[in-house]
Structures are given as C-alpha cells and as structure tokens.
C-alpha cells in the first residue's frame, strides 16, 4: 500500500457491502487506527511523509441499503476520529450499486474490504427449474444444480476480481472475508449438508402443504448463495489475473462467538439459532414470499431447531479469509 513514491497524500478505502449499522463505521475506524500504526513506525523513511494522509471512505451497497443511517452515525465517527487521531482527515462517503461490476474510477483504490457479502449471488443461477422443494444446494438436489450454483458463482467472482483490478492501484491491498464450503462436488452434499438452510426449506415445504404459500413460489426461489471452496477461490485468482494472492485461510467460528450459548436450554438454542438465520435470510424471503408471513415462517422454523436439539446442530459455516495484492 505504500508506492514507490512514498505513502499517498489521499489514501482511499472502499468497504463493498457495507450494510448500514454501527460495525461499519467502526471497522473503518480500525483500519485508520491501523494504517496510521503502519505510518509512524515508517516515518523515518525519506519515502514517508511526517503528516497524516488524507483519508477518502466509500461506503457501498445496493440501492436499498439504508445509507441514511449510516449517515446518521457519521458525527460519533468523526468525533472519536478526532480524539484518537486528531491531525487525521476523513471523508466519508455513501455509493450504492453493485460489486458484481464498476463502481470506481481506475487506479482510484488504495484498500478494499468486504465483509460476509460474496457468497451473495448478484441472481439465482439459470436452469434450476428441477430443484423443487429445496431452496438451495442439497443432497436431494439433481447434479445439473451443483453445475449452475458452482458456473454462476466462478462467473460473478471473476467479474468482481476484474472490476477491483481496473479501479485499484498497482500494490493495493484487497481484504475479503465471506462464507466457504467443502462442497467439491454432488456426491460431497451427503458429509456437508447445511442443515440450518434445510431446515428452512422444510419450513416453507410444511407452508405450502398448508395452503398457507403457493407451491409455485417455492418451486420458482433458491437462495442466491454459494459457499466456494478453498480450491475454486484460489483456481479463480490465478485464472482472472488482477491480483497476487497473499494469504487464505479457513477458520469455523462456534455460534457463541459473541453472545455465549452453552448456558441455553433447548429453547433458547433454537432461538438463538433462529435469530442468526433470520438476519440474513428474512430480506431475501420477504421479496419473494412476502412480508406478512415472515413471522410464521420463523416461528416455525424455531420450533424445528428446537425439536433438532443442539447436539444434532453441526458447526456453523465456515469463513473463508482472503488477502490480496494488486499487480
């Protein structure tokens, strides 16, 4: 991140898929914290300067995010900003659109972060009119489905690689954390299955015997989400060409990681749970389904975890940690 001509005069960041709460904010406070860490410890290097850089933040996400939030929380950051680093210029800015293309001048980008938002499909893959009753990859699923999952996301990836490639500068630096998977093929569905989304999709299976949603709404959505492995994502950087490829690491994080759950009964587990799936699954079900069944459709759904207890919970999914260098 820092050039041959030293570390430059305005250092702009880009956080795509930034979503519109607090720890957005606050981990673009850490990242200043730490790059200004970086430039005192070189300030002695005649390629450094003594003074701060400018600093010029990108917040981006689809058009639907609520930036006006995030907006609203922009004078605590700048406060607490000013406290920690008081030389320290930042200016913040919202841009919504898609990843899955341009969004930036070239060679405009010092740093890119993006946090659990690329195992997002920008669209559900084409010919997966036969994966009836399951609502993504599973074991039930015919073959040609794990062909389209895995063709589409090998796709988008590729573009979101090249598009990062034009807009960064030679030696930027690129931090991607998403969710990853073990899935290597058709046959891998049977030792991998993610029973937390299969649980849903027998939620809206029981909907529909019901009468309560139509059965050609659930045969018409899948969840646009893929888990690559780590053997796609290192096969895709080498093929698209952008970036060198620094690290990548696999890690499993437990459900508790930041409320604590080994206290929980039974119920309080399938809450738990519930919650964490409803996050990021609701919007996504709201669209297709609608909004007014989305608290029957949890409700039963926690009362499926909570019949599956917690021991026959598997580790949730795992993370994948990727950083990458611009050529």
């Known amino acids: 991140m820092i050039t041959d001509i030293g570390f430059p005069k305005c250092f702009k960041i880009a956080d795509l898929g930034c979503s519109s709460g607090p720890n957005t904010l606050l981990v673009i406070s850490h990242i200043i914290e730490k790059i200004e860490e970086l430039r005192r410890k070189q300030k002695n290097s005649s390629r450094i300067s003594r003074n701060s850089p400018e600093y010029e933040v990108f917040l981006s996400d689809l058009p639907g995010n609520d930036f006006n939030n995030l907006f609203k929380l922009l004078p605590d950051f700048n406060e607490k900003l000013d406290i920690n680093n008081p030389s320290t210029k930042c200016f913040v800015s919202g841009l919504p659109g898609s990843f899955y293309g341009r969004l930036f001048q070239c060679n405009s980008l010092n740093l890119v972060y993006s946090s659990y938002s690329l195992h997002w499909l920008p669209q559900t893959p084409e010919g997966l009119e036969s994966n009836k009753d399951n609502i993504c990859i599973a074991e039930t699923s015919p073959p040609e489905i794990f062909e389209a999952y895995r063709k ?41 299955q993610t029973i ?94 609608g909004s007014s069944i989305m608290d029957d459709v949890y409700r039963r759904y926690e009362k499926k975890m909570v019949e599956a207890g917690p021991k026959e919970i598997p580790r949730p999914f795992p993370n994948m940690l990727v950083s990458l260098t611009k050529k």
Do not use: C
């Not at 998977?181 to 030792?191: C, N, R, V, Y």
């Not at 093929?239 to 409320?259: A, Y």
């Open 152 to 192: 589409q996301h090998r796709k988008d990836f590729s573009t979101f690689l090249s598009s990062r490639g034009e807009e960064m500068v030679r030696g930027g630096r690129m931090v991607l954390t998403f969710v990853g998977g073990k899935l290597k093929d058709h046959a891998s569905l049977k030792q991998d």
């Open 196 to 289: 937390q989304i299969f649980l849903l999709g027998k939620t809206l299976a029981e909907m529909v015997a019901e009468g309560v949603i139509k059965e050609a709404d659930l045969h018409s959505f899948n969840l646009p989400v893929y888990p690559p492995t780590k053997e796609e994502v290192e096969e895709i950087v080498r093929s698209e060409g952008s970036f060198n490829l620094d690290k990548l690491e696999e890690f499993v994080l437990p459900w508790d990681v930041h409320t604590g759950s080994a206290n929980l009964d039974r119920y309080g587990w399938g809450k738990f749970v519930t919650n964490f799936i409803r996050a990021f699954s609701e919007p996504t079900l709201a669209a297709h389904f």
